[in-house]
């Protein structure tokens, strides 16, 4: 069975950074692609960023130049580095991914569980 793990949220003032961590556990054998998208209270669901399969990443105009999200090497987890966080970021961010499962091509796609992320004027 697979699992994704949402980690590395927190509290913070304007301009601070936070790393969050997205692992996949079970039997994994590869990422495919992997995001994490956004929602604050009262607002829609956003999507801040993700990279794919063929090393493409995409990031929200909101967070270009301050947000990266990149793979971990070896272990199965994706990162996001948020800097020169502002207000306006407060939210839950909650990792996606398709993971590669199967010697077959067999996938899993899910998600992990949010974590919460504050910042403060």
């Known amino acids: 069975q697979v699992q994704l793990v949402d980690s590395g949220g927190g509290s913070v003032q304007s301009g601070g950074s936070l790393r969050l961590s997205c692992a996949a556990s079970g039997r994994v054998l590869s990422i495919n692609d992997m995001g994490w998208y956004r929602q604050a209270p009262g607002k829609q669901r956003e999507l801040v960023a993700e990279f794919t399969r063929d090393g493409t990443t995409t990031y929200s105009d909101s967070v270009k130049g301050r947000f990266s999200i990149f793979r971990g090497g070896a272990e199965n987890t994706g990162y996001l580095q948020m800097n020169s966080l502002k207000p306006e970021d407060t939210a839950v961010y909650s990792c996606?991914?398709?993971?590669?499962?199967?010697?077959?091509?067999?996938?899993?796609?899910?998600w992990g569980q949010g974590t919460e992320v504050t910042v403060s004027s």
């Open positions: 996606y991914s398709e993971v590669l499962i199967g010697d077959d091509g067999t996938t899993w796609y899910g």
